[in-house]
């Protein structure tokens, strides 16, 4: 059990920004469709700063680490896209 905590917590800890701004938003009155889409918003957001750190160690120029920032976010969107139309 141990250790597929461990393997797992990556997991675990990705879904605390999105969760948090949803709660908060939550607090604040928002609908639960408003969170969602700000848990939404979030994730996106994350997975396009995680390309852009990717690439910024990879001494990439800004221009590339923007195309990296954008192509890791419009995957994200992607992978959304196709799950909506698959259910």
Do not use: N, Q, Y
């Not at 221009?63 to 969107?77: H, I, K, Q, V």
């Amino acid at each position: 059990l141990r250790h597929s905590l461990v393997r797992d917590w990556p997991l675990v800890e990705s879904a605390i920004a999105p969760l948090g701004a949803m709660a908060v938003a939550l607090l604040f009155g928002a609908s639960d469709e408003t969170a969602i889409d700000i848990g939404f918003w979030i994730c996106v957001g994350s997975l396009g700063a995680w390309g852009a750190i990717v690439a910024h160690r990879e001494h990439a120029s800004r221009a590339r680490t923007a195309m990296t920032a954008l192509g890791c976010a419009a995957l994200g969107l992607l992978l959304v896209a196709l799950k909506e139309l698959v259910s």
